[in-house]
């Protein structure tokens, strides 16, 4: 039996698709510029264009976007830049419009959607879920969301109004309401022919739902049992009434955490009157994951937002302004406390070549305290109960790597200028900061958490800082009371 050409083939490799559809753009563009140069009548020339370019080129990148998955077409319009980006977009069939925009990131969405009319937004808007036109509506100017609510179903707007009701970070904004429930007083052949009244199953269906008469959730059915029992056989003896629960207030890191832990393919979503509303299914919650990675690299790298890599220069530079200017005034407040010390470096000159090694191993170590930090947190690990000693076993292991590493450093440090005060200098100063290292890169993620407010963000940026500056006052401090004194 062969395989449909009208299949689309998902496991082709995805930087052989990249190249290849870089190398038709780059023939089109090329066969296009020969055209526009040759000394032809403009008929002539229009005739040239149309043949060479749109019969050929533009045909076979037509056909290869056809052929493959959402996601492919997203990954490569992120790695293609604006021009040829949206000459790609223009490509894609109308009616993929809308599961293209779903994929790909933000700040590319936010390039498309700007080179589509209103026509155009709405239409790919109502290819869409309710859930689904809820993870677009921020991105939608207001009219088109006007349109798209005109264009649905009386259940699909209060499915729409309850999605765009919850905060990003909730388990209602990761809900889907596209579900299969019964009751559990009928038998599997009922069930069985009821579901075979589907053209597909909702994806990810790995159990169906039981409720009573009044759509409170009683249990889960998983699709194994109905293949495995006797036709005959009621609901209610094959049902699980132990299941996990969700609810679509609470925040979404906590139903990743449940997926992961109970290796959930679904999982069903109840209000506080215990009726079902919804469901979480793996492939959303593997996407808020990878979402959310990405995230905490850039608040660590201190970016405000995820950022188009063909975005204009401009652009670009505003979302790295803000940490930037932080940097610069610690760098300027790190450089006063070195001229604080102008007279100490005079004196001994061997300081300057010294203090960056005391500020950078205190601020590697830094990193990696948050860094184990920050992971806790977000696997709900430290309480108030334990925080205590997890202070001071960072304070103990910063301890023991400053008494080694900065052992070495001394003798290094002996080593080059024959002095044993330098020597324990640098020995001192870098235990010191090692410790004080630690302590910020504890309690920075902890009190960001406390307060609300994402502990990674700029993280990485103000430990530096504290790290530089404090390493110079220790080191420099020191040197003046045991060198130069």
């Known amino acids: 039996?062969?395989?449909?050409?009208?299949?689309?083939r998902y496991t082709e490799n995805m930087q052989e698709s990249l190249l290849h559809i870089q190398n038709l753009l780059e023939k089109h563009a090329l066969v296009e510029g020969v055209a526009h140069k040759e000394a032809l009548p403009r008929a002539d020339r229009h005739a040239l264009i149309d043949t060479l370019v749109h019969k050929q080129h533009l045909t076979k990148l037509r056909a290869k976007l056809d052929e493959m998955h959402a996601a492919d077409i997203a990954y490569v319009l992120e790695a293609l830049p604006i021009e040829q980006r949206l000459q790609v977009w223009d490509l894609v069939k109308s009616e993929r419009d809308g599961e293209i925009l779903i994929e790909?990131?933000?700040?590319?969405?936010?390039?498309?959607?700007?080179?589509?009319?209103?026509?155009?937004?709405?239409?790919?808007?109502?290819?869409?879920d309710a859930d689904e036109i809820a993870d677009l509506a921020p991105d939608l100017p207001q009219n088109v969301m006007r349109d798209v609510f005109k264009s649905l179903s009386i259940e699909d707007r209060e499915q729409?109004?309850?999605?765009?009701s919850y905060s990003e970070d909730s388990v209602g904004a990761l809900m889907d309401f596209n579900m299969i429930h019964v009751r559990d007083d009928i038998t599997l052949e009922v069930v069985s022919r009821y579901l075979r009244r589907f053209d597909e199953l909702?994806?990810?269906?790995?159990?169906?739902?039981?409720?009573?008469?009044?759509?409170?959730?009683?249990?889960?059915?998983p699709l194994k049992r109905i293949v495995i029992n006797e036709p005959d056989v009621v609901v209610s003896d094959l049902m699980h009434t132990e299941m996990k629960l969700l609810h679509p207030d609470e925040k979404a890191d906590k139903a990743a955490q449940a997926f992961e832990r109970y290796d959930l393919v679904s999982a069903p979503v109840v209000d506080e009157d215990g009726k079902l509303v919804g469901r979480v299914t793996v492939n959303v919650v593997l996407d808020y994951v990878r979402t959310e990675s990405e995230s905490d690299l850039l608040n660590q790298a201190g970016l405000l937002e995820e950022e188009d890599i063909f975005a204009s220069v401009w652009k670009s530079a505003?979302?790295?302004?803000?940490?930037?200017?932080?940097?610069?005034?610690?760098?300027?407040f790190a450089s006063r406390v070195i001229g604080s010390f102008e007279g100490t470096i005079e004196k001994f000159v061997a300081l300057a070549t010294l203090m960056p090694i005391v500020a950078g191993i205190a601020g590697n170590?830094?990193?990696?305290?948050?860094?184990?930090?920050?992971?806790?947190?977000?696997?709900g690990q430290i309480t108030q109960a334990n925080s205590t000693r997890l202070l001071l076993k960072e304070l103990a292991i910063s301890g023991l790597n400053g008494l080694v590493w900065g052992g070495v450093a001394g003798l290094f440090a002996y080593y080059l200028y024959h002095n044993v005060a330098l020597g324990l200098v640098m020995t001192s100063a870098m235990l010191l900061n090692?410790?004080?290292?630690?302590?910020?890169?504890?309690?920075?993620?902890?009190?960001?958490?406390?307060?609300?407010?994402?502990p990674?963000?700029?993280?990485?940026?103000?430990?530096?800082?504290?790290?530089?500056?404090g390493g110079f006052f220790i080191f420099l401090g020191l040197a003046t009371i045991f060198l130069i004194n």
């Open 104 to 128: 790909v990131s933000d700040s590319v969405r936010e390039s498309l959607i700007a080179s589509m009319n209103r026509e155009e937004l709405s239409a790919a808007a109502g290819q869409l």
């Open 365 to 379: 170590s830094a990193n990696q305290t948050t860094t184990i930090i920050i992971r806790a947190l977000a696997l």
């Open 1 to 8: 039996m062969t395989e449909s050409t009208n299949e689309p």
């Open 160 to 164: 729409l109004r309850s999605a765009m």
């Open 318 to 332: 505003k979302n790295r302004w803000v940490w930037l200017a932080l940097n610069l005034c610690t760098a300027f």
């Open 456 to 469: 990674a963000i700029g993280s990485s940026v103000l430990l530096t800082a504290i790290t530089d500056s």
């Open 202 to 221: 909702p994806d990810h269906t790995d159990q169906i739902f039981v409720v009573d008469r009044d759509e409170r959730l009683i249990g889960v059915l």
């Open 434 to 454: 090692l410790i004080a290292g630690a302590l910020v890169g504890l309690l920075i993620p902890m009190a960001m958490h406390r307060f609300g407010r994402d």
